[in-house]
């Protein structure tokens, strides 16, 4: 039979995570081959990473998994596709015994909550979300009209449904908004749009805020998202780009520094207002638009 693995330098990774997949042929006589590895496509995804793995997998005909963590959309996904996985943390080679062997079970459920970034332990994933949380406090309030842009599976729409009198949750990825959907589809202030965040039906010089995390770089028409901000952001608007350091591991392999952000909206007449490191991996910056647009 043949399995797939996440990995990430010789260790088992998770789906979305891992740099490369490995196709294993697993042998009647306890022997195993590596026949195919690949690059992650996982890692080229705006949102919903680990499904772009996992649909990699069935593309290659197995529908057997070893992965090191596994988040809700990912595990309703690939158990509604018949995916049986298995969780293992620690080296492929040892991944691979422990399978051979019968040491492992079956995966029953996910391994964690819902969340962003890179393989972490339930405990600091909370820690991370309540210290991004309260960096962005200062910059919301009671009424606001919020726009989260490229929203993936609402990691954020959950912090700022509580301010906002209207909330966009926007984002391309049909399987991230059917998640949004589940979500959040009962709260009356939330406006849920399958839509590209190039080019929205959000109404013009209407948004207090805009926001987008991990997206930016993965945008290909950058000048066009900005042309899009700034439309629909009021004047003395704001905007917060999350983004991942320049210099760290971890991440898309193309990551902008925040002076390279800035060069794409100042023409636009956005200035910087505030800058912050929210984690090892990742700063904030805030823009405020001080204009109508370009000259």
């Known amino acids: 039979m ?9 260790f088992v990774s998770g789906p979305g995570e891992g740099d490369e997949v490995w196709i294993v042929e697993v042998r009647d006589n306890g022997t195993y081959e590596v026949i195919e590895r690949y690059e992650n ?6 949102q919903v990473r680990g499904i772009f793995m996992l649909r990699s997998i ?9 992965l090191s963590e596994i988040g809700p959309p990912g595990y ?39 969340h962003h970034g890179h393989h972490r332990h339930h405990k600091h994933v909370e820690e991370e979300r309540i210290s991004v949380y309260e960096i962005l406090k200062p910059y919301v309030s009671n009424g606001m009209i919020i726009a989260d842009l490229g929203c ?17 949750c926007v984002d391309i990825d049909e399987t991230a908004i059917e998640e949004v959907r589940r979500r959040f589809g009962n709260y009356g202030n939330i406006t849920i749009l399958n839509e590209d965040i190039i080019n929205t039906s959000i109404p013009s010089d209407s948004v207090d805020l805009a926001f987008m995390s991990n997206v930016f770089h993965d945008i290909e028409d950058k000048e066009a ?43 636009w007449g ?26």
């Not at 995916?83 to 040892?94: N, W």
Request: aromatic residues 14%; proline residues 5%; contains cysteine.
């Open 270 to 295: 956005f200035i910087r207002e505030d800058y912050a490191e929210v984690s090892p991996y990742h700063y904030m910056l805030v823009l405020r638009k001080t204009r109508l647009g370009a000259d």
């Open 76 to 114: 309703r996904w690939a158990v509604g596709k018949g995916i049986k996985i298995y969780i293992f943390e620690g080296h492929v080679d040892d991944a691979i015994k422990a399978f051979i062997n019968g040491e492992l079970t079956e995966a029953q459920g996910p391994t964690h909550e819902e």
């Open 152 to 168: 993936g599976e609402g990691y954020y729409c959950d912090f700022f449904r509580v301010y906002a009198s209207r909330l966009y």
């Open 58 to 66: 069935l593309e290659r005909g197995v529908d057997t998994v070893i």
């Open 41 to 46: 496509p996982a890692k080229y995804a705006q």
């Open 225 to 267: 998202v900005v042309k899009e901000v700034n439309r629909i952001l009021k004047p003395g608007g704001r905007l917060i780009i999350i983004e991942f350091k320049k210099d760290v591991m971890f991440g898309p392999p193309f990551k902008l520094r925040p002076e390279e952000v800035e060069q794409y909206f100042n023409k």
């Open 2 to 10: 043949r399995i797939a693995i996440s990995v990430s330098s010789g």
